[in-house]
């Protein structure tokens, strides 16, 4: 079974400077998707940015980027010029390629951005 | 184009209870997932129905159930409700069941068991 791991319960930035948050998940397929999702305190959760496991060229969604490791099986969210709207819970999730059905979580990491 | 849309917001009801929570989902999407995310915790999948078939179920007993109608809307029901069951229960639509197919989530409806 895969298991994604955020070691991070809660990080904390300054605003307009840069974050990294951290995840690494467990797997033996080699077709799969990794995501980045935000859950805002009204409790929507949003896609921040995807990521294909056959594409090496990590994906970069405006200030947001990923650094994608598969041989570590690491998955990073770097959030650049941070703003106070980037306050969130982020979770970090995987999804098997193909016909999957599920997405598998990790336990999020809640950032704070500081005025 | 309206979004992923779930009622009600909020739900109280007590041990044993049976519960009905609903999911309408994305114009153009034939795919709805339903998580259950307990505090401070992420999201555990319950089940997937695609085309009104369920294509997927996750660690739940039976008493959590599912339907899918023609519209592609969905419901969940919980029978014999326990006190672990308070959690916040998101449903999710896509179009289609790849992997790469972006789940959009509802805002969730908050479930407290007394």
């Known amino acids: 079974a895969q298991t994604v791991t955020q070691s991070q319960p809660e990080m904390s930035v300054q605003e307009a400077e840069t974050v990294t948050l951290s995840c690494t998940y467990d797997t033996s397929e080699s077709d799969y998707y990794l995501f980045w999702y935000k859950q805002p305190p009204s409790r929507q959760m949003i896609l921040v940015i995807r990521q294909e496991a056959y594409k090496q060229q990590n994906a970069t969604e405006n200030r947001f980027s990923v650094n994608f490791q598969k041989a570590a099986k690491s998955f990073s969210l770097k959030i650049s010029d941070s703003q106070l709207g980037d306050a969130a819970m982020y979770f970090c999730?995987?999804?098997?390629?193909?016909?999957?059905?599920?997405?598998?979580f990790g336990k999020g990491t809640k950032l704070t951005v500081n005025p | 184009e309206t979004g992923v849309t779930q009622s009600p917001t909020h739900l109280i009801k007590t041990r044993g209870q049976q519960v009905t929570l609903r999911c309408s989902s994305q114009?153009?999407?034939?795919?709805v997932s339903w998580y259950q995310q307990a505090l401070g915790q992420g999201p555990q999948f319950i089940f997937q129905?695609?085309?009104?078939?369920?294509?997927g179920r996750g660690n739940f007993p039976p008493r959590f159930s599912g339907l899918q109608f023609p519209n592609y809307s969905s419901e969940l029901n919980v029978n014999a409700l326990e006190l672990d069951d308070s959690a916040l229960y998101l449903c999710a639509s896509s179009y289609g069941t790849n992997g790469g197919d972006e789940q959009f989530f509802g805002p969730g409806t908050r479930l407290t068991v007394l």
């Open positions: 999730a995987y999804r098997s390629g193909g016909g999957s059905e599920k997405l598998v």
């Open positions: 114009s153009g999407h034939n795919t």
């Open positions: 129905y695609y085309r009104e078939e369920e294509n």
